[in-house]
Every structure is written in structure tokens, then in C-alpha cells.
């Protein structure tokens, strides 16, 4: 099946700092979608993302599907930016596909 | 606007025991995702339902099984439950019945079921 790896696996920052997070994937995705998961375990979709650039606030992503490869930019990170981050991937032929998710970002933002 | 709900939350049962955790999609959704996520790791695929139908299974024995009703709320069933069965399940629930098929996942809080 499709690997997907993420880094790094860890990220201490302080608030106000700025980071990348890389998603590199193994195979053709026609579905990459990027999540953040709270302390609460709570999973919160970021963004649909299978090509190109989008930005929403702070954050912002971009894939580049034939590189095989996802980042998401944090800017002027908050502490409520603390979490894991996940990138998830797929591929569907003509159906909806189940997404392989990577072992995520750990993201912790000191005040 | 509903999102995906889930019950129950937490959740005890004992090795061989069977258990059924239940989801409600967010409103105008028709299809409805089971993940389990391991302590420490990224959620793993376990299947998907569309139009009352299993449409996608990932690598999980049969112990693990499902339903869809009508109203697109479903319910996860797992049998003879072990030891490593003990994770958070998550349900989350997309658009899948016209083009792009791959919409964006919506997830519930899950449940934490514990298997002693």
C-alpha cells in the first residue's frame, strides 16, 4: 500500500514563530487532506488539498502530486496551534477511497 | 449545523466481549468512514459506508464489522473483542455520491473503547 511519511516528528516552537511541515507520500494521490488533532483528540480537517495551494488565515498548503509531496505553513503560530498534525492520503479510481494517514507532526507552542 | 456525533465516549468491555459504537453523519452527508487510532499513532482505515453498503474495507479481520441505515448513521460492531482492539474509533463522514468522489472528511470525537 501507500507509505506516507511526515516531518518532523517533532516541533517545539514559541509563540509568534513560524513552520513548515512536510508530507511525503509513495504513490499517485488523487485525495490529500491535511488534519489537526487537539489535546482532546479531537480531529479537525484543515484542508482538501490534492493539488496546488490554498490558504486559510495562518495556514496555508501546497502539493505538489507529481513530486509526491504536501507542506503546511504555520504563521505567527498560537499555543492553541499545539497539537498533531496529520497528513492522509488516497487514491480513488471512481469511488470514494479510505485514506492512509501518516504518524503525524507533534507541534508544541510555548507561550 | 449537526457535525458527526458519536456515542458512547468511553466505553470498558471485557476480552471475548462483543461491542457496537454508533455514528450520525453531519447533516447532507451520505457516507460514513470508521478509523481506529491507536495511543500514538495516525488513524487506520477500517471501511466505508455508502448507500447502505460496505464500499471500501481496509486490513481488518472480520471480526470488525458495520452497518448503514437509511439515514446514513451507522454503527461499527466488533466480536470477540482482545486486548489490542483497546483504541480511539473514529467516525467521520464525507460527501460520496457525486464528483469529486473525494470530499473532505468530517471526524467525531470518537470513543475510547478499553478492552480488559
Known amino acids: 500500500g501507500i507509505q506516507v511519511e511526515q516531518s518532523p516528528p517533532d516541533l517545539i516552537l514559541q509563540e509568534g514563530a513560524n513552520s513548515t511541515l512536510r508530507c511525503n507520500f509513495s504513490d499517485s494521490v488523487n485525495n490529500l487532506q491535511w488534519f489537526h488533532q487537539n489535546p482532546w483528540g479531537q480531529l479537525i480537517n484543515l484542508f482538501y488539498i490534492p493539488s496546488g495551494t490554498k490558504q486559510n488565515g495562518r495556514l496555508s498548503a501546497t502539493t505538489v502530486a507529481t513530486e509526491r509531496y504536501s507542506l503546511l505553513y504555520i504563521s505567527s503560530s498560537q499555543t492553541t496551534d499545539s497539537g498533531v498534525y496529520f497528513c492522509?492520503?488516497?487514491?480513488?479510481?471512481?469511488?470514494?477511497?479510505?485514506?492512509?494517514f501518516g504518524k503525524g507532526t507533534h507541534l508544541i507552542i510555548q507561550p | 449545523d449537526a457535525g458527526v456525533t458519536q456515542s458512547p465516549t468511553h466505553l470498558i468491555k471485557t476480552r471475548g466481549q462483543q461491542v457496537t459504537l454508533r455514528c450520525s453523519p453531519k447533516s447532507g452527508h451520505d457516507t460514513v468512514s470508521w478509523y481506529q487510532q491507536a495511543l500514538g499513532q495516525g488513524p487506520q482505515f477500517i471501511f466505508q459506508?455508502?448507500?447502505?453498503?460496505?464500499?471500501q474495507r481496509g486490513n481488518f479481520p472480520d471480526r470488525f464489522s458495520g452497518h448503514q441505515f437509511p439515514n446514513y448513521s451507522s454503527e461499527l460492531n466488533v466480536n470477540a473483542l482482545l486486548l489490542g482492539d483497546s483504541a480511539l474509533y473514529l467516525c467521520a463522514s464525507s460527501l460520496g455520491s457525486r464528483e469529486p468522489y473525494n470530499s473532505p472528511l468530517h471526524f467525531g470525537n470518537g470513543t475510547r473503547l478499553t478492552v480488559t
Open positions: 459506508y455508502y448507500e447502505e453498503e460496505e464500499r
Open positions: 492522509a492520503v488516497g487514491y480513488s479510481g471512481g469511488g470514494a477511497d479510505g485514506l492512509t
